[in-house]
């Protein structure tokens, strides 16, 4: 079968790819569609340390061919969207209503593929540039089969952290002021996130001023170019700031940029080593600095909800959605997402 390969120097489209059957509380998927995010392209540059060779791809939807042992929550047949939330469902934290935090959530690796007679890994207990994936049952999430795959596929990964940042992590209020600091996928998910949650002002930042356009359509009440502009507008600094980049010097703007009880939330990805620096003296007015792994989701909460959202004509998904590649076409849409021309390009099969 088919699947995108880092082998640790170069990403090729591969055909020589297979997958092992489901073991016992686990899923056989065949995906239909998996949007290309940059925590893909962060594995290729090494941003994100991953041993190799790798089938990347975290962010899929599709049909659920077969199921393992114990499986009784999907059946052949069942559109899912997958997130990559390996979480056991037995811990203290997912007991807690926390499966984030889940220490078997990451870090294990596992290697289902193999091309001849060497395993292959998978990245976030994923990856959906496969044509066909094993995962665990937690991660297969049942969606309606009136949404679209393309669209359906960026829940698992953009919609569940840009949206569920706002409202499971920074927990925005009516009437709170947020500003967004990057708007990719994840900051138009952010975008989106503060005005369900009925944000007063939205400010997007961002140095392409082509993006302006997409992003008032998403919920911003003010689009700037630069974070300097902020204070003309929030004159007292912002209730949240989230920081979308991964760039170290948009962090200390972020923390700059809050107000009395502000809180600056970081979403962007930088290097493994990266430091970032702060005034001390400016967070003792209940400032805070928070980092969000996953949007602190619940997946098989939070991805129907999505869905519904999005039914409702509340969420928006189809928007998020550039450009279609077919999967051969996998370096176009690596080049364009780098170069900032999609805000999400998508895989199909």
């Known amino acids: ?35 290309l995010c940059h925590s893909d392209l962060s594995v290729v540059d090494g941003t994100i340390p991953f041993p190799v060779p790798v089938v990347l791809g975290h962010e899929g939807a599709g049909v659920v061919q077969a199921v393992g042992a114990g499986v009784s929550h ?11 939330l390996a979480n056991c469902g037995t811990c203290p934290e997912c007991d807690r209503g926390r499966p984030t935090m889940c220490r078997r959530a990451i870090g294990r690796p596992g290697r289902p593929f193999s091309r001849g007679d060497r395993p292959v890994h998978q990245f976030a207990c994923n990856s959906a540039f496969a044509e066909r994936t094993v995962v665990k049952a937690v ?10 795959f393309s669209s359906a596929a960026l829940i698992g990964c953009g919609v569940l952290t840009g949206v569920g940042a706002v409202l499971n992590r920074a927990r925005v209020d009516r009437g709170d002021t947020v500003v967004v600091i990057g708007t990719g996928g994840i900051g138009l998910n952010v975008l989106q996130g503060a005005r369900l949650a009925g944000a007063l002002r939205i400010v997007a930042v961002d140095a392409n001023p082509a993006k302006e356009a997409v992003a008032r359509q998403f919920g911003a009440t003010d689009f700037l170019t630069s974070a300097k502009g902020v204070r003309d507008l929030l004159p007292t600094g912002a209730d949240h700031v989230f920081e979308c980049v991964g760039r170290v010097e948009l962090i200390r703007q972020a923390v700059d940029l809050l107000d009395r009880h502000g809180q600056a939330v970081l979403l962007g990805v930088p290097r493994a080593s990266a430091e970032a ?50 999967v051969e076409d996998f370096e176009k849409a690596r080049a364009d997402a780098e170069a900032g021309r999609v805000a999400r390009g998508v895989l199909t099969f």
């Open 139 to 148: 991660q297969a999430v049942r969606i309606p089969k009136d949404i679209p």
């Open 1 to 35: 079968m088919r699947g995108v390969v880092f082998d640790g120097k170069q990403v090729q489209v591969v055909d020589d790819l297979a997958v092992r059957e489901p073991g016992p509380g686990e899923v056989l998927v065949a995906i239909s569609a998996a949007g």
């Open 74 to 84: 999907v059946v052949p047949g069942d559109h899912v969207a997958l997130s990559t």
């Open 277 to 326: 620096s702060f005034v001390v003296s400016s967070m003792f007015l209940d400032k805070a600095i928070l980092g969000c792994r996953y949007g602190s989701s619940r997946p098989q909460r939070d991805i129907p909800l999505y869905a519904e959202l999005y039914r409702q004509g509340r969420l928006l998904l189809d928007e998020l959605v550039t450009e279609t590649y077919p």
